[in-house]
């Protein structure tokens, strides 16, 4: 079984910053992309950064230039470092990741999800 467990959310004043990450345990075989969504009261949740198991890094137009996706491979984890934070930020963010297993193929994983509020 595959888990991945969030950590980093919290309450911060307009212009700070916050960093997020997760961790992948299990019977895991192989961590392919790695991803942050969030998803924000009434909205749909929504595409923020990929990684992917070589690096290559890809963001959403609203957080470029103040969001930056990493990851530790050797630790199964991806990272959210968040700087220059708006209101318009606030959000549950959730980590996604396309992980194989010996036993369950290759299909997508979800955190359970971590809040990121931005308020003075």
């Known amino acids: 079984q595959v888990q991945l467990v969030e950590s980093g959310g919290g309450l911060v004043q307009p212009g700070g910053s916050l960093s997020l990450s997760c961790a992948a345990s299990g019977s895991i075989f192989s961590i392919y992309s790695m991803r942050w969504y969030r998803q924000a009261p009434g909205n749909q949740r929504e595409l923020v950064a990929v990684?992917?198991?070589?690096?290559?890094?890809q963001y959403a137009d609203s957080v470029k230039g103040r969001f930056t996706i990493s990851r530790d491979n050797a630790k199964n984890t991806v990272y959210l470092q968040m700087n220059s934070l708006k209101p318009e930020d606030t959000a549950v963010y959730y980590c996604n990741a396309k992980i194989s297993t010996l036993t369950t193929g290759t299909r997508d994983y979800w955190g359970q999800g971590t809040q990121v509020t931005v308020s003075s």
């Open positions: 990684i992917t198991n070589g690096g290559g890094t």
